[in-house]
């Protein structure tokens, strides 16, 4: 079974800093997927970012980057130039990567970020 | 392209009654997931279903069952109600079961009384 640890409950940062939000993960899938999904107070759960394990490149969607360490299980999210709208519960999740096995996002405990100005 | 949707977006309800909750996909995606998210234990995968078939199902007791539909709509069930079911109830899709990422509906509130 794989597991998703998130050690950061809480984290804050002014508008316009950078932050990095950590994750590990445990599994012994060679093929996987990395997911940060972020959770407004709307509770609408948004995708912010993928990362394909056999992928060596850190993926990056504008102001989202991850550092993804294979070797390390470790999947961390940077945010840059922090806006108001980034306050949010962000999540880590795993998804095993196979056509026939299913889909089952495992989630790590969640982070709350709050962007202040 | 329209997004995941849920309905409904809330629901109260009392012990022992019975609930269905229903979601449509992304056009196009054949896979939809349910997962259950309570602040105690986080969000939790209760099933997935994949060309009108249950592929997955995660540690949830046989009151908790769903089923997909032709159009890839799915439904899912939760018979005699207890209080600690009183959860926000997400659905997501994707394109294939097991393959890229899943896109969320908005969610469906459940209390139960």
């Known amino acids: 079974a794989q597991t998703v640890t998130q050690s950061q409950p809480e984290m804050s940062v002014q508008e316009a800093e950078t932050v990095t939000l950590s994750c590990t993960y445990d599994t012994s899938e060679s093929n996987y997927y990395l997911f940060w999904y972020k959770q407004p107070p709307s509770r609408q759960m948004i995708l912010v970012i993928r990362q394909e394990a056999y992928k060596q490149q850190n993926a990056t969607e504008n102001r989202f980057s991850v550092n993804f360490q294979k070797a390390a299980k470790s999947f961390s999210l940077k945010i840059s130039d922090s806006q108001l709208g980034d306050t949010a519960m962000y999540f880590c999740a795993f998804m095993k990567q196979s056509g026939t096995s299913g889909s089952r996002l495992t989630f790590g405990e969640g982070t709350q970020l709050t962007v202040n100005p | 392209k329209a997004g995941v949707t849920q309905t409904p977006r809330y629901l109260i309800k009392t012990r022992g009654q019975q609930v269905t909750l229903s979601c449509s996909p992304i056009?196009?995606?054949?896979?939809v997931s349910w997962y259950q998210q309570t602040p105690g234990q986080g969000l939790q995968f209760l099933f997935e279903y994949f060309s009108e078939t249950q592929r997955n199902k995660g540690n949830f007791p046989g009151r908790f069952s769903g089923r997909q539909f032709s159009n890839s709509r799915s439904e899912m069930n939760v018979s005699t109600l207890e209080l600690g079911d009183s959860a926000l109830y997400l659905c997501?899709?994707?394109?294939?079961?097991?393959?890229?990422?899943?896109?969320f509906g908005p969610g469906t509130r459940l209390t139960v009384l």
């Open positions: 997501a899709s994707s394109l294939w079961q097991g393959i890229g990422e899943q896109f």
């Open positions: 056009s196009g995606h054949r896979s």
